[in-house]
Nanobody, 120 residues
Framework: QVQLVESGGGLVQAGGSLRLSCAAS????????SGWYRQVPGKQRELVAR???????NYADFVRGRFTISRDSAKNTVDLQMNGLKPEDTAVYYC??????????????WGQGTQVTVSS
């Protein structure tokens, strides 16, 4: 129902910046919440930031003040601006969309992931 494609990952030095973009297609009008998660091999996937369809946001403590999530409903994209990157930010970053068609029914959609590597 919803397809997600991430882009913008790469290799940067500590203190640098990257902008990740998630392009959504399909039933995009049904998305309740969009977000970015990250995962390191051997560890659980963790929330980075998320944004509701109406624009409210929340962030993980470890990125608050450095990362900004934004949404462009006209283009069906969700971006993550990452500033002041640290080596510990190195991970695969995934775009997520949550669809709640009716109360009690929930679907999660995920992109393929994009690698972010921060050198010291």
């Amino acid at each position: 129902q919803v397809q997600l494609v991430e882009s913008g990952g790469g290799l940067v030095q500590a203190g640098g910046s990257l902008r990740l973009s998630c392009a959504a297609s399909g039933s995009t009008s049904s998305i309740n919440t969009s977000g970015w998660y990250r995962q390191v091999p051997g560890k659980q996937r963790e929330l980075v930031a998320r944004i509701s369809a109406l624009g409210s946001t929340n962030y993980a403590d470890f990125v608050r003040g450095r990362f900004t999530i934004s949404r462009d409903s006209a283009k069906n994209t969700v971006d993550l601006q990452m500033n002041g990157l640290k080596p510990e930010d190195t991970a695969v970053y995934y775009c997520n969309a949550v669809v709640v068609p009716v109360m009690g029914l929930k679907f999660d959609y995920w992109g393929q992931g994009t690698q972010v590597t921060v050198s010291s």
